[in-house]
T-cell receptor, first 113, second 116 residues
Framework: AQKITQTQPGMFVQEKEAVTLDCTYDTSDPSYGLFWYKQPSSGEMIFLIYQGSYDQQNATEGRYSLNFQKARKSANLVISASQLGDSAMYFCAMRNTGNQFYFGTGTSLTVIP | NAGVTQTPKFQVLKTGQSMTLQCAQDMNHNSMYWYRQDPGMGLRLIYYSASEGTTDKGEVPNGYNVSRLNKREFSLRLESAAPSQTSVYFC???????????????FGSGTRLTVV
């Protein structure tokens, strides 16, 4: 069963603008973690941000923030002040109390100068 | 530097050939994973090892075998390579239990495999 859904295969944003990448998830576990990873063209997977299911506040890491709406089961990534180096694939992932991660199919972000 | 080391980075195989992808981590993680990444399909789990001495099938295990050699090393073997196994392969490791931010993956740099 699909656990993570990213509905935006590709996104474009103007440099210095903010962009939101969508992610919805499905789990019946009360305890879970949500993660975002960035994959630039060089191929490595880079951890960006984490949100725990019990966290009261939305996570922030520099220009990245996670808009966590638990009732809607959404965990959207917001990138503020986009830079050319933000052009990459972005993956949303979830880990519940088991030993597996569930990844979305990714969103390709292109930052336009 | 601490992390996950994968070898080789690139490989071209002929159909029917065998090879082993190596993965080693030095973060004392219990759990290790092998994923394949194909365009439009994200990352799909091939096999994982929750702890030393255990291995389990993931979503797409057919055509692969794994060995958890010790706590540090987790190898992936293709016994008879097929063109459908052309992909980018990632090894990852994590703490066994989900423990907040530390429950995230640390990924290797990937192996780009082409089967002709």
């Amino acid at each position: 069963a699909q656990k993570i859904t990213q509905t935006q295969p590709g996104m474009f944003v103007q440099e210095k603008e903010a962009v939101t990448l969508d992610c919805t998830y499905d789990t019946s576990d009360p305890s879970y973690g949500l993660f975002w990873y960035k994959q630039p063209s060089s191929g490595e997977m880079i951890f960006l941000i984490y949100q725990g299911s019990y966290d009261q506040q939305n996570a922030t890491e520099g220009r990245y923030s996670l808009n966590f709406q638990k009732a809607r089961k959404s965990a959207n990534l917001v990138i503020s002040a986009s830079q050319l180096g933000d052009s990459a694939m972005y993956f949303c992932a979830m880990r519940n109390t088991g030993n597996q991660f569930y990844f979305g199919t990714g969103t390709s972000l292109t930052v336009i100068p | 530097n601490a992390g996950v080391t994968q070898t080789p980075k690139f490989q071209v195989l002929k159909t029917g050939q065998s090879m082993t992808l190596q993965c080693a981590q030095d973060m004392n993680h219990n759990s290790m994973y092998w994923y394949r990444q194909d365009p439009g399909m994200g990352l799909r789990l091939i096999y994982y090892s929750a702890s030393e001495g255990t291995t389990d099938k993931g979503e797409v295990p057919n055509g692969y075998n794994v060995s958890r050699l010790n706590k540090r090393e987790f190898s992936l073997r293709l016994e008879s390579a097929a063109p459908s196994q052309t992909s980018v392969y990632f090894c990852a490791s994590s703490e066994r239990k989900w423990v907040g931010k530390k429950g995230g993956y640390t990924f290797g740099s990937g192996t780009r495999l082409t089967v002709v």
